[in-house]
Structure formats: C-alpha cells, structure tokens
C-alpha cells in the first residue's frame, strides 16, 4: 500500500546536499521539518517454530519519514519545551518466524508498512533534544507462508516512543530514535515492533 522507501539513500542525499544550505543556515527556521530515519534494527517478538533453521525475529531493513510542525516553545529548567504534531511513514524489513494461524503456527516470511500521527514534546537545551511521542498509526502487514500461501490484515492502533537529537546547526539535526509500532499479520497474529533508527532531519 506505501511505497518502499530507500531510506540509507534518503539519508546520504540529506548528508550530501547540507552543505548546500549554508547559507540558509544562518536565518532563524521556521516551525516546518522533515526528516527520514533508517531502522538498522526492529524487534518483532514473534516467536519462532521449533526446528526453524532460518528464523530471524528481527528484521534489519526498516525506516519511517515524516514531516512536522512545531509550536511555540517553552522555557524549561534551563532549557526549552518544544511541543510538535508529526505525520509519519513506516516501512518493516522483512522477518522470518513463526506466525499464529487458524490451523497452528507456520513459518512465514513476514512485512509492514503504515502511516501515523503523532505528538511529540521535546526538551532542548544547547544543542541536544530529547523527546517523547505518542499516537496512532494505521498499518498493514503481510506475510507468506513457507509452505505456501500468504496473508495480509491492517491495524490501527496506538504508537509510542523516544528520542534524542543533535543540531548541527538551525537548521540539520542528527536523530538516534526508538519507535514502538503496532502491526497484524493476519487474524491470529498481531504483535509490536520495537524499531531502532538512526537519521536526519531538516527544519525549513
């Protein structure tokens, strides 16, 4: 349903044309960002059948892009709070594990992709931010049976996690992130991806 995105090349263009906007470093942002994240990591705690010689419960290829608004910020013990509304993208690399069916468990090869929204609220001081986010995503997973056949269901459900971030300048910031996303394989299966990702955002 969403396309795949190539997010290690998303991120390499990001580093590629900074210094391109140098220049527009120097004028004060304004409250729009966007930015792309690659998941170099995702836990699906799925659990494997006995005797499965290929299971891998985590899937390696995964990303999310999103795209922000932030409101007006608040003096904080120091620092600032910085409270943020985000529409997000999400892609799950592919896992290998068992999956819950109507007919018992069966190995499967399985995917995700779905789209949120969520609040975000972080906290800056200097060059450093940490934040926490919640809301809600739709997603939709799929997965194919070893033993042939396939399926595929859609979830809305709630999202939640953490991050940090350091500003290179007004307007680049590195991202290191922990995403927990809701995802349903099929009418027996549903479980809680915990992505792991490092990326880069930009605030116009």
């Known amino acids: 349903m969403f396309p795949s995105f190539r997010f290690p090349a998303a991120l390499l263009a ?21 930015g792309a ?18 299971c891998d419960k985590s899937s390696k290829r995964n990303g999310k892009a ?18 943020s509304i985000e529409l997000v993208g999400y892609m799950g690399g592919e896992v290998k594990s068992g999956f819950d069916t109507d007919a018992g468990k069966r190995a499967g090869r399985g995917k995700f992709s779905g789209l949120g929204m969520q609040g975000v609220l972080g906290y800056q001081f200097d060059a450093f931010t940490l934040s926490g986010r919640a809301g809600a995503a739709y997603t939709q997973g799929k997965v194919d049976y070893l033993g ?4 595929k269901k859609s979830k809305i459900g709630l999202t939640y996690g953490l991050g940090a971030a350091y500003a290179l300048n007004k307007n680049w910031s590195l991202h290191l992130d922990w995403d927990r996303v ?7 299966q549903t479980t809680k991806v915990d992505m792991f990702s490092l990326g880069a955002s930009y605030r116009f």
């Open 14 to 34: 990001l580093a590629t044309i900074a210094p391109l906007h140098a220049n527009a470093a120097e004028a004060a942002p304004g409250p729009i960002y966007a």
């Open 182 to 188: 809701p995802v349903k394989y099929n009418s027996k």
């Open 148 to 151: 042939g056949g396939s399926d």
């Open 37 to 54: 994240s690659y998941g170099f990591r995702a836990s699906s705690g799925l659990d494997c059948i006995a005797g499965q010689s290929d």
């Open 66 to 83: 999103y795209v922000g608004y932030s409101f007006d910020a608040l003096p904080f013990q120091g620092g600032v709070a910085v409270p």
